[in-house]
């Protein structure tokens, strides 16, 4: 538990009750309790906050346990500060906007005089885009997503290889009932901090979300994303099947591809066969609509690949002819050959094609689930960092402050405002938190020069040295995560945008 007090409005009553303000809720907390978020306490008759205060250090070994800050030993100063980066998580929040953030810390970095401001914000305006890696149909976009029944987002348009969900948003917090608000805030969370959420799309499937897991729809876990498009896999594996199978028809919900029609087959020199297919031909050798969508072969609802075959043409067809079926991520598949009748008839795959169809699942990465929190820092955030709130924004435009999440880095959206996404799998362990207004709560860290600071009428006063975190305080040192860049190297010439 933090001993670093936050603000209290009034003071004890009798039974020893302390209002606390560091969200709109403002609970009275009685002593050796917690507030309804779970994030401060009434401790010896001060607020303050639950969680340990988090620091980056690049020092600590890679891999290495969390270790508590008051370590034995420890002479009141940090150890090399340019490897040491404050974070938000932990840090308390500047809610109700009218004071500077719980820290801004002054350190030294290259020679250069260095600011980080620090605050836990709470986010209205948020939510989570979520990246599914799956061929399968989750369900028709626009369609509601639910957590435990209530409609916390919704199915958006999908991507290469991936289905696409975006949850939360002001909409769902505070627009709906109470208990969609609560569902909402809840799913944001869990998803924020890496668990585990159940999710169902009207007229689709169910599947299991978890950041860096794979997906797991219908009851069945995911093992990778295709290789491509159909039309893309005709292409990349078109050499690797020519004088070894006279077609190849590679089965996808978006475009399904044939190999004697494809460009592919024509430079190969690969002949008609007579093939002719469901759907509506694109360009030669590239099918739309070939089946509708699903979660059986490449992404469509059919389990007999044969069932998007029109009757071959007579005219060019011929008995013996020797066709492959696959899907794009090589998880089905089908050899057959024309009879006498230029049906085709289901064989053994030849060993020369199981290669082929080994190589497509081999050229398919794993299939995970990619979480990105999405927030917006609106002018409440920025006041704890200056006076003038709008020079924030400028500055973050301007590339002279860089935005991080619990020392993550962050994309910021182009245009009005500081909207950023950061990849949830990237901030520290347990970095998200809520308030049950509903909102979410996460930590933003702005870096830039002292220079810069006194520029954008920053809260000069109450700049403080690294080494001034006491000793007292419950702080936590963990080794920054090995993709992130280090967030206190020099800021001019990139912020995240």
């Not at 009034?10 to 009685?30: F, T």
């Not at 929190?373 to 200056?386: E, K, Q």
């Not at 362990?429 to 830039?448: C, D, H, K, R, S």
Request: glycine share 14%.
């Amino acid at each position: 538990m933090s001993a670093s007090p936050t603000s209290a409005t009034g003071p004890a009553g009798a039974d020893g009750k302390i209002r606390c303000d560091a969200c709109p809720v403002m609970c009275y907390i009685k002593p050796g309790a917690v507030g309804a978020c779970d994030r401060y306490a009434n401790h010896d008759g001060q607020i303050v906050r639950v969680d340990p205060h988090l620091l980056l250090n690049r020092t600590v070994s890679q891999g290495g346990t969390v270790v508590p800050f008051e370590r034995a030993g420890w002479d009141g100063q940090l150890v090399n500060s340019g490897g040491t980066f404050v974070t938000a998580i932990g840090a308390g929040t500047t809610y109700p906007d009218y004071k500077p953030a719980p820290f801004i810390v002054s350190s030294e970095m290259d020679g250069v005089d260095m600011v980080t401001v620090v605050t836990e914000g709470i986010f209205s305006y948020c939510g989570v885009k979520i990246k599914i890696d799956t061929d399968r149909h989750l369900g028709p976009e626009r369609n509601i997503v639910r957590a435990k029944g209530e409609a916390v987002g919704h199915v958006t348009t999908g991507e290469y290889g991936s289905q696409m969900l975006s949850l939360g948003g002001v909409h769902h917090l505070t627009g709906g009932s109470k208990k969609e608000g609560r569902v909402t805030c809840e799913t944001l969370l869990d998803l924020c901090n890496g668990k585990a959420v159940e999710l169902t799309v009207d007229e689709g499937a169910s599947v299991r979300v978890q950041a860096g897991k794979p997906p797991v729809v219908n009851g069945t876990a995911e093992e990778r994303m295709r290789v491509g498009c159909g039309s893309a896999t005709i292409g990349m594996f078109a050499r690797q099947w020519f004088g070894k199978v006279d077609e190849v028809v590679v089965v996808d919900d978006h475009i399904t591809g044939v190999l004697s029609e494809h460009q592919a087959g024509k430079y190969l020199g690969i002949g008609e066969t007579g093939i002719r297919m469901k759907g509506r031909r694109s360009t030669p050798g590239r099918y739309f609509q070939v089946a509708e969508p699903g979660t059986g072969w490449g992404g469509t609802n059919i389990s007999d690949p044969l069932s998007i075959l029109e009757p071959f043409d007579r005219k060019v067809a011929k008995p013996g002819t020797s066709m492959l079926m696959v899907s794009t991520t090589g998880e089905q598949y089908g050899f057959y050959r024309l009879n006498e009748a230029l049906q085709p008839v289901e064989e053994e795959l030849p060993e020369a094609l199981r290669v082929s169809v080994e190589r497509i699942r081999e050229n398919c990465e794993p299939a995970l689930c990619t979480v990105l929190f999405m927030g917006g820092a609106g002018g409440s955030l920025r006041a704890g960092v200056t006076e003038n709130p709008v020079r924030l924004t400028r500055s973050v435009e301007d590339s002279l402050t860089r935005v991080t999440c619990g020392g993550a880095p962050v994309y910021i959206w182009p245009g009005g405002g500081i909207t950023f996404m950061v990849d949830v799998s990237r901030v520290p362990e347990n970095g998200f938190g809520y308030v049950p207004t509903p909102a979410l709560v996460a930590p933003i860290e702005f870096t830039m020069t002292l220079e810069d600071y006194a520029a954008l009428g920053g809260h000069l006063d109450q700049v403080r040295p690294l080494a001034s975190l006491d000793r007292g305080s419950d702080r936590r040192e963990v080794t920054p995560h090995a993709e992130n860049p280090w967030p206190m190297a020099p800021v001019r010439g990139g912020s995240g945008r």
